[in-house]
């Protein structure tokens, strides 16, 4: 199990970056950003919420993420517990991906921050869906 800066068990389900980085604070708002807190993050998070769950999904949407980028990002979400790999029933021999109930708990900070961009940064447009709104 890993440990805290102060030498405590940690359960993984409850780690920030992935289990083997070090972190530079015990801040939840640091921890949150060293996961999160990169230009490409939130957008994959953004994807999976509104239903993208194959890779050339992802590397469809207008921010035109970098291949190694995306599968970096993927790679790290599932390795914090926020993603998970799973058999295509669309295409075989292929992953697709999906948001855990971990992952599926950022619904509501990204319906918050897509208010915010709507609501101060002019020329935003409502694309996103997420599992809060109807």
């Not at 390795?79 to 509501?108: F, M, Q």
Request: glycine share 8%.
């Amino acid at each position: 199990m890993p440990l805290t800066k102060q030498g405590a068990a940690r359960p993984p389900n409850n780690a920030g970056p992935a289990q083997s980085e070090h972190r530079r604070s015990v801040c939840p708002v640091a921890c949150t950003l060293d996961l999160l807190g990169d230009k490409w993050t939130l957008l994959v998070v953004r994807d999976l919420l509104s239903g993208k769950s194959h890779f050339k999904e992802f590397l469809a949407s207008p921010e035109k993420i970098a291949t190694n980028i995306l599968a970096e990002r993927l790679t790290r979400l599932a390795a914090n517990g926020l993603v998970e790999r799973y058999p295509s029933s669309d295409i075989a021999g292929r992953e697709a991906y999906r948001l855990t109930e971990k992952g599926r708990s950022l619904s509501g900070l990204m319906a918050q921050i897509k208010a915010w961009g709507l609501g101060h940064i002019d020329g935003t447009e409502a694309r996103m869906r997420t599992d809060n709104e109807n």
